[in-house]
């Protein structure tokens, strides 16, 4: 007898459904993935859209998105769309930031003003020069009456104009014994003050020659210091005073007699005004 043929497996015509089924799945899967990728957010770009037809043709031809009741739909300019677009904050937000004026700055503002204020200032400054002359005038009167002593009143300082024959020997700078008591007069008149205060030397025309004063540059600034030293020991501040010499350079006479020689050898004490320091 004859073997009998192996019976041949019957050949699958439909395998390919498998692999097209697949490849379907992933397309859908792919264009799913690339619509969610560019879709557009239709009330921003109705926004955009609206706010450049406005900027270039007039009013908007398509309907404004629906704002809530509190907020009512404003016109907004095309660089605050384009900053709200970039940013995702409301333009509300924006234009309140850049367009409400900030109260507290202004009541810094204001309040700077007034604390600064040139007239009260200068008001003050009066007022306390004024108290000023009114001491010195009570503590000196009697030198004031013999003519040593000249009280002169300014824009913004007070100038005592002291001879120095009272408070120094000739080509000296050392107190003379007498001198203390004058000096110790006007420091107590000026110690409720705290107005800085300026001590300059004059002294006349004639030359000086000394070890100790080559000119009268040395001598009126000497004597000036003389001064200072005696107002910081009987209580003036130190750190409000300054010592200035002119020498002969300063005169308010002619040097050509001595009651002119007489009246340019003297110190001056010049009380400042209000915040003014005493080198200036």
């Known amino acids: 007898m004859s073997r009998r043929r192996r019976h041949e497996e019957q050949e699958n ?12 799945t992933l397309l859908l899967a792919f264009f799913v993935v690339m619509y969610a990728m560019s879709s557009v957010n239709e009330g921003k770009y109705r926004v955009l859209s609206d706010s450049l037809n406005q900027a270039f043709h007039g009013e908007p031809h398509t309907p404004a998105p629906e704002q809530p009741e509190t907020h009512p739909a404003q016109a907004l300019p ?4 384009s900053r709200m677009m970039l940013s995702g904050m409301p333009a509300r937000h924006v234009m309140q930031s850049q367009d409400q004026p900030n109260p507290d700055a202004n009541a810094s503002q204001g309040d700077t003003t007034s604390a600064s ?6 008001d003050a400054t009066g007022v306390e020069l004024g108290r000023v002359v009114e001491d010195v005038d009570l503590a000196m009167s009697s ?9 002169h009143r300014h824009d913004n ?25 004058v000096l110790l007069q006007l420091a107590n008149a000026l110690k409720p003050f705290p107005n800085a205060i300026r001590v300059a030397g004059h002294t006349d025309n004639r030359p000086i020659n000394t070890a100790a004063f080559p000119s009268n540059w040395e001598l009126s600034t000497a004597r000036a210091a003389s001064v200072v030293h005696l107002f910081m020991d009987h209580g003036l501040t ?5 010592v200035l010499g002119y020498g002969e350079y300063r005169p308010i006479m002619p040097n050509t007699n001595d009651a002119g020689r007489n009246a340019n050898r003297r110190v001056e004490v010049t009380i400042m005004g209000r915040d003014t320091p005493a080198d200036q």
Do not use: C, N
């Open 13 to 24: 015509h439909e395998a390919w459904a498998i692999p097209y089924g697949d490849l379907v």
């Open 78 to 81: 095309v660089t605050q769309v």
């Open 117 to 122: 204020d040139p007239s009260s200032i200068a």
């Open 143 to 151: 030198l004031i009456a013999s003519g040593q002593v000249h009280v």
């Open 157 to 181: 300082s007070v100038t005592i104009d002291i001879s120095s024959d009272i408070l120094f020997s000739s080509g000296a700078a050392q107190l003379q014994p007498k001198a203390s008591g």
């Open 238 to 242: 130190p750190q409000r005073m300054s």
